[in-house]
């Protein structure tokens, strides 16, 4: 295949080509952490951030409830700004290979 070993074909083609269905992933993967830890916190915790809204629900605080919920949102845009620039550092040679075959 290519006249590449076994280690070249790897990494010169197999990684690469799964480089962008990978990042896609991280994408979605952060999002769902941030979901699942602070649905964790919510039932069964007694720190965080989840644990904090939840105590604010039950005395009524709804400051402190909606600072949370601003905070998550802060905290999901940082970290899917973050895989972002990862994801377009990494790719610089992907979205290149799309261009020039476009025109």
Do not use: C
Not at 11 to 38: D, E, N, Q, Y
Not at 61 to 83: E, H, T
């Amino acid at each position: 295949m290519f006249h590449l070993s076994t280690r070249q074909r790897m990494f010169k083609l197999i990684v690469p080509a799964t480089m962008p269905k990978f990042f896609a992933g991280l994408r979605i993967s952060v999002s769902l952490t941030l979901i699942l830890m602070v649905v964790a916190e919510l039932t069964g915790s007694s720190d965080g951030i989840g644990y904090l809204m939840n105590t604010a629900s039950e005395s009524y605080n709804m400051l402190q409830l909606w600072s949370g919920v601003v905070l998550l949102g802060i905290l999901g845009y940082v970290l899917n700004a973050l895989a972002l620039i990862i994801e377009h550092r990494v790719l610089a040679w992907h979205r290149g290979a799309r261009r020039l075959a476009s025109n």
